[in-house]
């Protein structure tokens, strides 16, 4: 009768082959490592679009039961409007790490149309933190709002000296269009601060004039989240270097800006507002 083979008469792994195996298992990680990774940015930007079209939706609802009022786009750190704080780096700045001032109505006044969701204040992309205590802690909120939706004038006629139209009333968009004025964007994490963003209107204006005020995230390949009047959201390429600048972790260090003949701030100036 055939005996069977004992453990040490079973053949084994060569060196070679076994360099051999190691080799195949790693150019498969080359392959689909690229693969895994795109699809995850892909479902970020999805995430991103959905989070910019609920708060714009949130917004809107807010106007139809406000007799047609828009939210009030408070540029303080201790006011009540869309969201309260001020978002810098500091971690003795408490609004960094604040869900409540997107949640509670009394800070927050979309936080009954947002189903009190504060994970919806910021694109999934954003891993910027703050440092409290030797310990890291991710931020609470990427978006912000055009300046042009309710909030005070303080940069759209930096360039032209022009009148500009600040929006109190969803009605007061018609003449531009609810398809062309956007409502929100992500803010690149140097540049967030206060819950508005802003642009320094610049049509008829030199090329050589054109600044960047705000600097808009782009977190999702050259790309960010930037919602409008009408509801709708997209991921917005931007075209200029200038706009997509490396995060440095350096509070306001990329904005107000000069940059000679940026179309992506050309973009921004015609979906901001029109003149008066």
């Known amino acids: 009768?055939?005996?069977?083979?004992?453990?040490?008469?079973?053949?084994?792994?060569?060196?070679?082959?076994?360099?051999?195996?190691?080799?195949?298992?790693?150019?498969?990680?080359?392959?689909?490592?690229?693969?895994?990774?795109?699809?995850?940015?892909?479902?970020?930007?999805?995430?991103?679009?959905?989070?910019?079209?609920q708060l714009t939706m949130a917004w809107i609802m807010y106007a139809?039961?406000?007799?047609?009022?828009?939210?009030?786009?408070?540029?303080?750190?201790?006011?009540?409007?869309?969201?309260?704080?001020?978002?810098?780096?500091?971690?003795?700045n408490p609004d960094n790490t604040n869900t409540v001032f997107l949640t509670d109505p009394q800070y927050a006044k979309l936080a009954p149309y947002s189903a009190r969701n504060a994970g919806i204040y910021k694109c999934p992309a954003d891993k910027s933190t703050v440092l409290i205590g030797g310990q890291k802690y991710p931020r609470v909120r990427s978006i912000s709002m055009s300046q042009a939706m309710n909030s005070r004038d303080d940069w759209l006629a930096a360039i032209t000296g022009a009148k500009y139209r600040v929006f109190r009333r969803l009605m007061d968009i018609n003449p531009m269009g609810p398809s062309k004025a956007?409502?929100?964007?992500?803010?690149?994490?140097?540049?967030?601060?206060?819950?508005?963003?802003?642009?320094?209107?610049?049509?008829?204006?030199?090329?050589?004039?054109?600044?960047?005020?705000?600097?808009?995230?782009?977190?999702?390949?050259?790309?960010?989240?930037?919602?409008?009047?009408?509801g709708h959201a997209e991921i917005h390429p931007w075209r200029d270097p200038r706009t997509v600048v490396r995060i440095t972790g350096i509070w306001m260090s990329s904005s107000v800006q000069a940059s000679p003949g940026n179309q992506d701030m050309i973009y921004l100036s015609q979906h901001a507002s029109i003149r008066q």
Request: charged share 15%; hydrophobic share 45%; net charge negative.
């Open 182 to 230: 956007y409502v929100l964007i992500d803010e690149h994490p140097d540049s967030l601060n206060y819950g508005d963003f802003a642009v320094a209107m610049n049509d008829g204006a030199a090329a050589s004039t054109i600044m960047l005020v705000d600097v808009p995230a782009s977190y999702h390949n050259r790309a960010g989240g930037i919602s409008f009047a009408d």
């Open 1 to 53: 009768m055939k005996q069977p083979k004992t453990l040490a008469q079973t053949p084994a792994f060569t060196l070679i082959e076994l360099l051999v195996v190691i080799s195949i298992i790693a150019i498969l990680a080359a392959l689909l490592l690229p693969v895994l990774a795109k699809a995850k940015t892909k479902a970020e930007a999805i995430q991103c679009i959905n989070n910019n079209r």
């Open 64 to 92: 139809h039961e406000a007799n047609d009022a828009l939210v009030w786009n408070d540029l303080t750190q201790d006011g009540s409007g869309w969201v309260r704080g001020m978002l810098n780096y500091d971690g003795s």
